[in-house]
């Protein structure tokens, strides 16, 4: 065998590896290597990427097509009689037949700059060779084409002196385990894993025995097939004595949905395939280098490995070809480059030797990426088609249990009965429901689980809804494991392993689980049998866990232990202590094994109590709130079905909690004779009339639109179109009595004679006429189209919205999903004859592009409310100039401003950014950028108007003086803590569907009311003083009392409901932080951390500089203090309530109630810090204040929110969401820019101090924001990105 003649696992030659590197510091107690990184190949390419990036070559079958090879030339003397009708095409057997062409390209492409090469070998497996029939000579053609490959680049690194590489080229093969080739049959699979682990072994052992350094798993189009090859890589390492050498993976993106064609994203895939520990992940073809920029950019922000890309020369033109110039890819990947992004870079399909030396050129001088050596080292990571992130303080995971045979009796019989379409449904429904990760389990005497489990998953795979959450593969057969195993392409959760069998069997089992990068369930058996007492438990999870980490070194963040659920109530006293026994032990694995994570199947716990829905819920609600606390992270549990602990009645809870704790022997007796009934109800409501009907019907139209009426326009609409002496087309009465009564409207706006809702309701009538007329024009538009075609020739159709003055595009940004003001933006707009594309909310920057390109737009709008929305605005225009774009940007929201605009955003993009601070700006800002007299005035009184804004910033940044951080804490202003009151409960409450007419009383109008731009003046600007002012009193009140019959349908028809949570909990403040404990005690510990920001400007000399921490009692003062937190929401039953409206075509009602939900939710807010105050805390017992009071903060004590003044980290956020449990709790969710869901929410901390106050903490220096990072323990940058409004530098 050739294998034995190698030398350090390759052939020797003059071009060999010698040299060493620093590897990456890893996670302080989880160490994994990269494949390979004891070789010397892995040690120079190291040492080589920390200094520069690397290049590796072009298309190979590029370069073979120049040599115009007829199917002689592929059959060569030795293939002439071969049994295949056409070899011609089968590029890896010329490595045989005309191996100097093959050596030649790979020294051409070395010659130009290529550190590595890829060996000829993209179909070397039997699988691909089989459409040749020449699955015989596998393992001769890899080996060929690597020594083919090994001699050139000997060959080039004896002439340079520069060591050369040699990757051993992993294709996916022409088949797809996550994909069925047969639409009738979408389970059906045309390979299997154990067939590609095969082909893969028997090509990668040649490549290896041929002399590659490197192997690359390359064009992954379906993760599944590249886990099968990284299978096979291990166990060749592994069993087969072959050295290990490094491994690059690079996938596929198929189109610009940032996809696989399996389905995966971009971070999905990499935490599929991160268990192999490549040396370096990446993309390659499919795409040119500008389409793949921002999934390469996505790789490079979530992998520790290095980052590899090589795309195409462009798309492919009409005739399959490739168009992009070397000079324009070089000048892309240079981009790449320069961004931080890549460590290798080269070209695909369509690239040449000339490709390779541009690009090699372009980015000789730029700076490698560096990885990041601690990435999500202490986060769980899954995915199934998307990512999914457990981190160390992250939300209970909901595992849905209703696709398991054993627990679901629907489910069995589907399966059973071969209803697979159904039990789809099952699945869909979990996931639908809030499950996080979805349980399969198909454990049944009469089943064939190795058979079943596949078929169901392979099912899973080809519906996106469903396999986009990870699986949980749920089986005491290991072998239906496997099967699972075999067909998942996510990474999965192994449910379950153990003792049982004794050490050998555990570790083999591990060993093959880790080998799939699947995490794994533990569950607390061993030889001796289940463990039912905590010390059994934690000995044998310890037990477990330490010869996972010594004999395997298994991720610890990939080891979740179940410590074993059993069945209370069951009238048996060893029985009582079982929920206790399992609490305690999550409690003690947290504290001793690093990184673990606790499960457990819930429903095992209330089985005395099947039949009982009601009951078996409020003891899993109420055992889950207790075990949650403890750190129980996930549990196998029906999603849909838990009651909030707050919620249930009573007398049941009190039963549970007895059950639970075994406070009460006769409790399993109460709790039967309880088990008896429950029920619900609902309600409705009616409208009006006037006397302008005796109008001709132009005017009522005129009238209708300008007062808002709704009632007859399409009565009205189709009467004018009727009249086809006046009006022969449709298109003209919307050019005629519409738009003339649209024209009256926008000059009364402009005159400030009209107000924004009376506009809205103008919207709302023309959309409803329009929507009459659109059927008719499409009639028409056939009709005419049919009649050209019948006279021989097709003349241009009029386009129905050739009427509009432009197009604009409207969205708010990623992460961000708040969109009131940009919607009133929009129909202001439509009502001065703008064709309007709102893109809705948290839209991403490649959908706007793409909207703008798709639409022909001639101007977008970008919105944002939170402060991370700004820093996207940025990214935004910056990749609107990278892309060349052309259109001018508007920019508007809460958070944005002017300033903002012309410092941070109009210098990354060439054309016009301009800040529009409301509606009413919009339409003469838009008017004046599409009228070409007017435009270029506009845009150099901008431009002019923001070279002085910079100017006055950054004058104001030099000239602005700071205090050191020491001196300004020592400016902290000094507070007595010696009048600390407890708080009456202590902990966490929750409320659901909290009644809203107890908080009508609370709403702050005065935001109502700007919302519309109606503002009185001094003495009329509060309410209700503003319905007095002599402008906008009369329609201020108008807008009330319509607002006022919204509420009421609110009310009666319960439209919208309302959540909240609040904690409160023992604490003290850490310098400027604020730590909180589990408990007051002597034994408490801390469990989280507010981080706080000190003011540092300094103003006069006297100047406190104020920190949120200030008002805490200091650690090691002798007393705990108090902290609150709370999160309220009146946002839910929004969605439904617009979609009602905008069904109408209404848009003023939508806007009015989704302004209607934001004001409930404030009040709601001042609800509960009300309550707070007077009992759940309880230090104002007797405050009796009014609501103008509150509105005005008399009271005592505060309630800054998260990423306001106080507080401008919103990251803050998931503290609370953490303590709180808040999902659970009000299912108010966190979008990945900390806005919350929906949008009608608050959330902030109460401190209770007598001296506590509201203060902006302002711009702060660097010394302060790299202090805050430490402390954190993250990257500066990081740190910057989220403080950026608050940065006292540039």
Request: hydrophobic share 40%; glycine share 8%.
């Given at each position: 065998?050739?294998?034995?003649?190698?030398?350090?696992?390759?052939?020797?030659?003059?071009?060999?590896?010698?040299?060493?590197?620093?590897?990456?510091?890893?996670?302080?107690?989880?160490?994994?290597?990269?494949?390979?990184?004891?070789?010397?190949?892995?040690?120079?390419?190291?040492?080589?990427?920390?200094?520069?990036?690397?290049?590796?070559?072009?298309?190979?079958?590029?370069?073979?097509?120049?040599?115009?090879?007829?199917?002689?030339?592929?059959?060569?003397?030795?293939?002439?009689?071969?049994?295949?009708?056409?070899?011609?095409?089968?590029?890896?057997?010329?490595?045989?037949?005309?191996?100097?062409?093959?050596?030649?390209?790979?020294?051409?492409?070395?010659?130009?700059?290529?550190?590595?090469?890829?060996?000829?070998?993209?179909?070397?497996?039997?699988?691909?060779?089989?459409?040749?029939?020449?699955?015989?000579?596998?393992?001769?053609?890899?080996?060929?084409?690597?020594?083919?490959?090994?001699?050139?680049?000997?060959?080039?690194?004896?002439?340079?002196?520069?060591?050369?590489?040699?990757?051993?080229?992993?294709?996916?093969?022409?088949?797809?385990?996550?994909?069925?080739?047969?639409?009738?049959?979408?389970?059906?699979?045309?390979?299997?894993?154990?067939?590609?682990?095969?082909?893969?072994?028997?090509?990668?052992?040649?490549?290896?025995?041929?002399?590659?350094?490197?192997?690359?798993?390359?064009?992954?189009?379906?993760?599944?097939?590249?886990?099968?090859?990284?299978?096979?890589?291990?166990?060749?390492?592994?069993?087969?004595?072959?050295?290990?050498?490094?491994?690059?993976?690079?996938?596929?993106?198929?189109?610009?949905?940032?996809?696989?064609?399996?389905?995966?994203?971009?971070?999905?895939?990499?935490?599929s395939v991160g268990h192999a520990n490549p040396m370096c992940i990446g993309l390659n073809c499919a795409l040119g280098a500008p389409e793949m920029r921002?999934?390469?950019?996505?790789?490079?922000?979530?992998?520790?490995?290095?980052?590899?890309?090589?795309?195409?020369?462009?798309?492919?033109?009409?005739?399959?070809?490739?168009?992009?110039?070397?000079?324009?890819?070089?000048?892309?990947?240079?981009?790449?480059?320069?961004?931080?992004?890549?460590?290798?870079?080269?070209?695909?399909?369509?690239?040449?030797?000339?490709?390779?030396?541009?690009?090699?050129?372009?980015?000789?001088?730029?700076?490698?990426?560096?990885?990041?050596?601690?990435?999500?080292?202490?986060?769980?990571?899954?995915?199934?088609?998307?990512?999914?992130?457990?981190?160390?303080?992250?939300?209970?995971?909901?595992?849905?249990?209703?696709?398991?045979?054993?627990?679901?009796?629907?489910?069995?019989?589907?399966?059973?009965?071969?209803?697979?379409?159904?039990?789809?449904?099952?699945?869909?429904?979990?996931?639908?429901?809030?499950?996080?990760?979805?349980?399969?389990?198909?454990?049944?005497?009469?089943?064939?689980?190795?058979?079943?489990?596949?078929?169901?998953?392979?099912?899973?795979?080809?519906?996106?809804?469903?396999?986009?959450?990870?699986?949980?593969?749920?089986?005491?057969?290991?072998?239906?494991?496997?099967?699972?195993?075999?067909?998942?392409?996510?990474?999965?959760?192994?449910?379950?392993?153990?003792?049982?069998?004794?050490?050998?069997?555990?570790?083999?089992?591990?060993?093959?689980?880790?080998?799939?990068?699947?995490?794994?369930?533990?569950?607390?058996?061993?030889?001796?049998?289940?463990?039912?007492?905590?010390?059994?438990?934690?000995?044998?999870?310890?037990?477990?866990?330490?010869?996972?980490?010594?004999?395997?070194?298994?991720?610890?963040?990939?080891?979740?232990?179940?410590?074993?659920?059993?069945?209370?109530?069951?009238?048996?006293?060893?029985?009582?202590?079982?929920?206790?026994?399992?609490?305690?032990?999550?409690?003690?694995?947290?504290?001793?094994?690093?990184?673990?994570?606790?499960?457990?199947?819930?429903?095992?716990?209330?089985?005395?109590?099947?039949?009982?829905?009601?009951?078996?819920?409020?003891?899993?609600?109420?055992?889950?709130?207790?075990?949650?606390?403890?750190?129980?992270?996930?549990?196998?549990?029906?999603?849909?079905?838990?009651?909030?602990?707050?919620?249930?009645?009573?007398?049941?809870?009190?039963?549970?909690?007895?059950?639970?704790?075994?406070?009460?022997?006769?409790?399993?007796?109460?709790?039967?004779?309880?088990?008896?009934?429950?029920?619900?109800?609902?309600?409705?409501?009616?409208?009006?009339?006037?006397?302008?009907?005796?109008?001709?019907?132009?005017?009522?139209?005129?009238?209708?639109?300008?007062?808002?009426?709704?009632?007859?326009?399409?009565?009205?609409?189709?009467?004018?179109?009727?009249?086809?002496?006046?009006?022969?087309?449709?298109?003209?009465?919307?050019?005629?009595?519409?738009?003339?009564?649209?024209?009256?409207?926008?000059?009364?706006?402009?005159?400030?004679?009209?107000?924004?809702?009376?506009?809205?309701?103008?919207?709302?009538?023309?959309?409803?006429?329009?929507?009459?007329?659109?059927?008719?024009?499409?009639?028409?538009?056939?009709?005419?189209?049919?009649?050209?075609?019948?006279?021989?020739?097709?003349?241009?159709?009029?386009?129905?919205?050739?009427?509009?003055?432009?197009?604009?595009?409207?969205?708010?940004?990623?992460?961000?999903?708040?969109?009131?003001?940009?919607?009133?933006?929009?129909?202001?707009?439509?009502?001065?004859?703008?064709?309007?594309?709102?893109?809705?909310?948290?839209?991403?920057i490649e959908k706007i592009v793409e909207a703008c390109i798709r639409e022909k737009a001639d101007i977008v709008g970008m919105s944002g409310l939170i402060?991370?929305?700004?820093?996207?605005?940025?990214?935004?225009?910056?990749?609107?100039?990278?892309?060349?774009?052309?259109?001018?940007?508007?920019?508007?929201?809460?958070?944005?401003?002017?300033?903002?605009?012309?410092?941070?955003?109009?210098?990354?993009?060439?054309?016009?950014?301009?800040?529009?601070?409301?509606?009413?700006?919009?339409?003469?800002?838009?008017?004046?950028?599409?009228?070409?007299?007017?435009?270029?005035?506009?845009?150099?009184?901008?431009?002019?108007?923001?070279?002085?804004?910079?100017?006055?910033?950054?004058?104001?940044?030099?000239?602005?003086?700071?205090?050191?951080?020491?001196?300004?804490?020592?400016?902290?202003?000094?507070?007595?803590?010696?009048?600390?009151?407890?708080?009456?409960?202590?902990?966490?409450?929750?409320?659901?569907?909290?009644?809203?007419?107890?908080?009508?009383?609370?709403?702050?109008?005065?935001?109502?009311?700007?919302?519309?731009?109606?503002?009185?003046?001094?003495?009329?600007?509060?309410?209700?003083?503003?319905?007095?002012?002599?402008?906008?009193?009369?329609?201020?009140?108008?807008?009330?009392?319509?607002?006022?019959?919204?509420?009421?349908?609110?009310?009666?028809?319960?439209?919208?409901?309302?959540?909240?949570?609040?904690?409160?909990?023992?604490?003290?403040?850490?310098?400027?932080?604020?730590?909180?404990?589990?408990?007051?005690?002597?034994?408490?510990?801390?469990?989280?951390?507010?981080?706080?920001?000190?003011?540092?400007?300094?103003?006069?000399?006297?100047?406190?500089?104020?920190?949120?921490?200030?008002?805490?009692?200091?650690?090691?003062?002798?007393?705990?203090?108090?902290?609150?937190?709370?999160?309220?929401?009146?946002?839910?039953?929004?969605?439904?309530?617009?979609?009602?409206?905008?069904?109408?075509?209404?848009?003023?009602?939508?806007?009015?109630?989704?302004?209607?939900?934001?004001?409930?939710?404030?009040?709601?807010?001042?609800?509960?810090?009300?309550?707070?105050?007077?009992?759940?805390?309880?230090?104002?017992?007797?405050?009796?204040?009014?609501?103008?009071?509150?509105?005005?903060?008399?009271?005592?004590?505060?309630?800054?929110?998260?990423?306001?003044?106080?507080?401008?980290?919103?990251r803050e956020m998931e503290t609370a969401w953490n303590l709180m449990d808040v999902e659970r709790q009000t299912g108010v969710i966190l979008t990945e820019?900390?806005?919350?869901?929906?949008?009608?929410?608050?959330?902030?901390?109460?401190?209770?101090?007598?001296?506590?106050?509201?203060?902006?903490?302002?711009?702060?220096?660097?010394?302060?924001?790299?202090?805050?990072?430490?402390?954190?323990?993250?990257?500066?940058?990081?740190?910057?990105?989220?403080?950026?409004?608050?940065?006292?530098?540039?």
């Amino acid at each position: 065998m050739v294998h034995d003649k190698l030398e350090n696992g390759r052939p020797n030659g003059d071009g060999g590896i010698n040299g060493g590197g620093n590897l990456a510091k890893m996670s302080p107690y989880y160490a994994p290597k990269f494949l390979g990184a004891d070789s010397p190949q892995f040690k120079l390419l190291h040492a080589a990427m920390q200094e520069r990036i690397l290049i590796i070559d072009g298309a190979m079958g590029t370069m073979i097509q120049r040599h115009d090879l007829h199917e002689a030339d592929f059959r060569g003397a030795e293939f002439v009689e071969h049994k295949a009708k056409n070899l011609k095409g089968n590029n890896d057997l010329l490595s045989i037949t005309q191996p100097e062409i093959i050596y030649g390209i790979h020294r051409e492409y070395l010659l130009a700059g290529a550190d590595i090469v890829e060996t000829n070998t993209f179909s070397g497996t039997t699988i691909a060779q089989a459409d040749y029939e020449m699955q015989d000579l596998v393992y001769r053609l890899n080996f060929e084409s690597a020594r083919l490959a090994r001699r050139a680049c000997d060959d080039v690194a004896r002439e340079t002196g520069i060591p050369r590489f040699v990757a051993g080229a992993v294709g996916p093969t022409n088949r797809t385990l996550s994909i069925s080739p047969s639409v009738e049959r979408p389970e059906f699979r045309n390979v299997t894993f154990d067939e590609l682990v095969t082909a893969y072994t028997e090509q990668i052992k040649a490549l290896l025995d041929g002399g590659s350094d490197i192997i690359l798993v390359e064009t992954i189009f379906d993760t599944a097939n590249a886990r099968a090859a990284l299978y096979a890589i291990q166990v060749i390492f592994e069993e087969d004595a072959y050295p290990a050498v490094p491994v690059f993976i690079s996938g596929t993106i198929v189109d610009k949905s940032g996809r696989t064609l399996s389905g995966q994203t971009g971070e999905a895939f990499v935490i599929s395939v991160g268990h192999a520990n490549p040396m370096c992940i990446g993309l390659n073809c499919a795409l040119g280098a500008p389409e793949m920029r921002p999934f390469i950019e996505n790789i490079s922000r979530v992998t520790p490995a290095y980052v590899i890309c090589y795309p195409n020369a462009g798309l492919p033109n009409a005739f399959g070809g490739y168009d992009e110039t070397p000079k324009s890819m070089a000048t892309d990947i240079a981009a790449f480059a320069e961004a931080g992004l890549v460590n290798i870079v080269g070209g695909c399909c369509g690239s040449t030797p000339d490709h390779i030396r541009a690009i090699a050129n372009a980015v000789k001088d730029k700076t490698p990426r560096r990885p990041s050596t601690d990435l999500f080292h202490d986060h769980l990571m899954l995915s199934g088609l998307e990512p999914m992130r457990v981190g160390p303080n992250g939300l209970f995971i909901n595992i849905g249990e209703r696709c398991n045979v054993a627990g679901s009796r629907r489910f069995l019989k589907l399966i059973k009965d071969n209803k697979f379409e159904e039990a789809l449904d099952v699945a869909l429904k979990q996931v639908e429901s809030g499950a996080q990760v979805l349980d399969i389990n198909m454990d049944e005497g009469m089943l064939d689980g190795k058979s079943v489990m596949p078929k169901f998953l392979n099912l899973i795979s080809g519906e996106p809804d469903i396999a986009k959450v990870p699986l949980c593969i749920d089986s005491s057969n290991f072998e239906v494991i496997l099967a699972g195993l075999k067909c998942t392409q996510g990474k999965p959760i192994v449910n379950s392993i153990s003792l049982k069998e004794g050490e050998k069997d555990f570790l083999h089992k591990a060993r093959i689980i880790q080998r799939f990068g699947a995490a794994v369930i533990i569950m607390a058996f061993d030889e001796l049998g289940q463990a039912a007492e905590t010390e059994r438990k934690v000995e044998i999870c310890t037990r477990a866990y330490n010869l996972l980490r010594e004999h395997l070194n298994f991720n610890p963040e990939d080891i979740i232990f179940d410590p074993n659920i059993l069945t209370i109530a069951t009238g048996m006293e060893e029985h009582a202590n079982y929920g206790r026994y399992f609490i305690e032990t999550c409690r003690i694995i947290k504290a001793t094994l690093p990184g673990a994570r606790i499960s457990g199947g819930v429903s095992n716990l209330s089985f005395s109590f099947r039949g009982n829905d009601v009951v078996r819920e409020a003891i899993h609600s109420v055992f889950l709130y207790h075990a949650i606390k403890a750190g129980m992270d996930m549990g196998i549990v029906n999603a849909g079905a838990l009651p909030i602990y707050d919620d249930i009645e009573p007398k049941l809870l009190k039963l549970c909690e007895d059950l639970l704790w075994n406070r009460d022997p006769e409790a399993t007796e109460k709790m039967l004779l309880y088990a008896q009934g429950m029920s619900k109800s609902a309600g409705g409501k009616e409208e009006e009339k006037e006397a302008w009907r005796s109008l001709p019907v132009q005017q009522r139209l005129e009238h209708a639109l300008i007062k808002g009426i709704d009632e007859y326009v399409t009565t009205d609409t189709e009467l004018c179109r009727q009249l086809t002496d006046l009006y022969p087309r449709p298109l003209n009465v919307i050019e005629g009595p519409l738009m003339k009564g649209m024209g009256v409207v926008g000059d009364l706006f402009g005159a400030g004679k009209m107000f924004l809702p009376q506009v809205i309701k103008s919207a709302r009538v023309m959309k409803k006429a329009v929507a009459h007329l659109i059927p008719f024009m499409e009639e028409e538009r056939e009709r005419d189209i049919q009649k050209r075609l019948a006279e021989g020739g097709l003349a241009e159709v009029q386009d129905p919205n050739s009427f509009y003055q432009g197009t604009i595009v409207l969205a708010t940004v990623k992460g961000d999903v708040h969109d009131i003001g940009k919607n009133i933006v929009g129909v202001v707009l439509g009502c001065n004859n703008f064709k309007v594309v709102d893109l809705g909310v948290m839209t991403s920057i490649e959908k706007i592009v793409e909207a703008c390109i798709r639409e022909k737009a001639d101007i977008v709008g970008m919105s944002g409310l939170i402060t991370p929305s700004l820093e996207e605005m940025v990214h935004n225009a910056n990749e609107f100039q990278r892309l060349g774009m052309r259109i001018p940007i508007l920019i508007g929201g809460a958070t944005t401003s002017k300033t903002h605009t012309a410092v941070k955003i109009a210098p990354k993009y060439s054309c016009p950014v301009i800040y529009v601070p409301d509606a009413s700006k919009s339409v003469v800002v838009c008017s004046s950028l599409l009228d070409e007299k007017q435009r270029e005035d506009l845009i150099l009184d901008v431009q002019d108007e923001y070279e002085d804004l910079r100017e006055e910033h950054y004058e104001s940044i030099a000239e602005r003086k700071f205090w050191t951080l020491e001196q300004a804490r020592a400016r902290a202003p000094n507070f007595a803590f010696d009048e600390i009151r407890r708080p009456n409960f202590v902990g966490v409450k929750g409320f659901r569907d909290y009644p809203l007419e107890s908080l009508v009383s609370l709403i702050d109008w005065k935001p109502f009311f700007d919302l519309w731009g109606l503002r009185g003046k001094y003495p009329n600007k509060s309410f209700p003083n503003i319905f007095k002012d002599a402008d906008i009193g009369q329609e201020a009140e108008k807008v009330y009392k319509e607002a006022q019959v919204v509420l009421q349908k609110i009310l009666s028809k319960k439209l919208l409901q309302a959540t909240g949570v609040l904690g409160i909990f023992p604490c003290n403040s850490r310098g400027d932080d604020i730590i909180i404990y589990d408990n007051e005690g002597e034994d408490r510990k801390v469990i989280s951390t507010i981080f706080g920001l000190r003011q540092q400007a300094k103003r006069k000399n006297d100047d406190k500089c104020q920190c949120i921490s200030d008002f805490i009692a200091p650690e090691g003062s002798g007393v705990v203090d108090w902290i609150g937190a709370f999160v309220v929401s009146a946002g839910f039953g929004v969605d439904e309530a617009v979609a009602e409206y905008e069904a109408n075509l209404d848009d003023y009602g939508s806007i009015v109630i989704k302004a209607l939900a934001d004001r409930l939710a404030e009040a709601f807010a001042e609800e509960l810090h009300l309550r707070v105050r007077r009992e759940f805390w309880g230090y104002c017992p007797k405050e009796e204040l009014t609501a103008t009071d509150l509105h005005r903060v008399r009271y005592q004590g505060i309630r800054p929110a998260f990423g306001y003044p106080s507080l401008p980290d919103p990251r803050e956020m998931e503290t609370a969401w953490n303590l709180m449990d808040v999902e659970r709790q009000t299912g108010v969710i966190l979008t990945e820019s900390y806005a919350m869901k929906p949008a009608a929410a608050v959330s902030g901390v109460y401190i209770a101090h007598p001296q506590s106050s509201y203060h902006s903490v302002g711009k702060v220096t660097k010394e302060q924001v790299v202090d805050y990072a430490k402390r954190k323990g993250e990257d500066l940058q990081l740190t910057e990105k989220w403080l950026s409004a608050n940065l006292g530098y540039d």
